[in-house]
């Protein structure tokens, strides 16, 4: 007979997305509602090897949804790296009498989750990452609102590099991917996009742009570049040499990382901790949260940790017409 889940923990891993909080919020209802506990575990996956543990309830998770960061704490686990730390983290599992955990993080924290349900404990993961790389799912949490704030950011620096005649290098966040990058670049209509997905040719995809973009009359210039590209003060130093240009280099850093959440993030959290906590009360494990053409799923974790994603293509070639660079690959 199926074993009635009475008590769930949820755990926040890896680098903080916005609408962390928000998933933890709809975890904690979600499980109220179906008479299900739930308890937090801080700090990732130390918080499991550790048992930092507090107790959530609805009302803990008041007025949290329009708040960045996450009320877990977050962490990259060393430790549970290793066979004894998993098998800790295990052991507190069954000291609290957790019946499942649901982790919320990238690939890394799934890989942890997939470590620990070899010691028999029940995993769902959601996906948040800025990055929106993780490949199973069209949409990472925290992913809307990081755009957001980068696109407002590169707005205001477009004020000034306007008013100076200047050329703007800025990076953006990403980790090894250019989802964030490209998304960016078409909103602020830059004059070029780096992504690290794309081989470009400094010559044809900046220099060249730049002097078309001068011959129309340009006087300003917004590189965008993902930082798996490389350094940006390289860029910039190289554009100032090359086209006797005043140039600026931006790193928008962990910025992007913060702030409230938008919406969209808000509203992906509440449906993804919804989806978690009905997938472990139905009895399955190994699972992860997917949205797919707006819908969502859940889909083996193996399956998920497998799956490869690549740049949006459509999304490239709108780029491509929109700035004029051609590539090859
Ligand atoms: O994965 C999210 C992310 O912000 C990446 O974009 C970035 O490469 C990395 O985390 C930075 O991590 P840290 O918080 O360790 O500086």
């Known amino acids: 007979m199926e074993k009635k889940v009475r008590r769930i923990g949820i755990l926040t891993s890896g680098g903080d997305a916005p609408g962390m909080n928000a998933v933890i919020r709809s975890v904690v209802r979600t499980a109220a509602s179906r008479g299900v506990e739930c308890v937090g575990i801080r700090r990732g996956y130390n918080g499991l090897i550790t048992g930092d543990i507090i107790r959530l309830d609805a009302d803990s998770v008041s007025r949290i949804i329009n708040k960045g960061g996450t009320m877990l704490y977050t962490a990259r686990s060393e430790e549970f790296m290793t066979e004894m730390g998993?098998?800790?983290?295990?052991?507190?599992?069954?000291?609290?009498?957790?019946?499942?955990?649901?982790?919320?993080?990238?690939?890394?924290?799934?890989?942890?989750?997939?470590?620990?349900?070899?010691?028999?404990?029940?995993?769902?993961?959601i996906p948040a990452t800025i990055d929106n790389d993780i490949s199973c799912t069209d949409y990472c949490l925290g992913y809307d609102t990081a755009a957001n704030t980068a696109v407002e950011?590169?707005?205001?620096?477009?004020?000034?590099?306007?008013?100076?005649?200047?050329?703007s290098v800025v990076e953006v966040m990403g980790h090894r991917a250019g989802h964030l990058a490209l998304?960016?670049?078409?909103?602020?209509?830059?004059?070029?996009?780096?992504?690290?997905e794309k081989e470009f040719d400094f010559e044809n995809d900046i220099v060249e742009n730049i002097i078309k973009a001068r011959l129309n009359g340009k006087t300003h210039f917004m590189i965008i570049m993902a930082e798996g590209v490389g350094k940006a003060t390289k860029v910039g130093e190289r554009i100032a040499e090359e086209l006797a240009l005043d140039t600026r280099v931006t790193i928008l850093g962990h910025i992007q990382r913060g702030g409230s959440p938008s919406a969209r993030d808000r509203v992906t959290a509440a449906s993804m901790g919804y989806e978690a906590v009905k997938v472990l009360c139905e009895g399955k494990t190994n699972r992860v949260i997917r949205s797919v053409s707006g819908k969502f799923e859940d889909i083996d974790i193996i399956?998920?940790?497998?799956?490869?994603?690549?740049?949006?293509?459509?999304q490239y070639e709108v780029l491509e017409a929109m700035t004029g660079i051609h590539h090859q690959n």
Do not use: W
């Open 86 to 125: 998993q098998k800790k983290a295990a052991a507190t599992c069954k000291q609290f009498g957790l019946d499942g955990i649901i982790a919320v993080g990238g690939d890394g924290t799934f890989r942890g989750l997939y470590a620990l349900s070899k010691h028999g404990i029940s995993v769902v993961g």
């Open 183 to 196: 998304y960016v670049g078409l909103a602020t209509s830059a004059t070029a996009v780096l992504v690290p």
């Open 303 to 314: 399956d998920a940790l497998n799956m490869k994603k690549g740049l949006d293509e459509e």
């Open 153 to 167: 950011a590169i707005d205001r620096l477009r004020d000034t590099m306007q008013s100076h005649d200047r050329c």
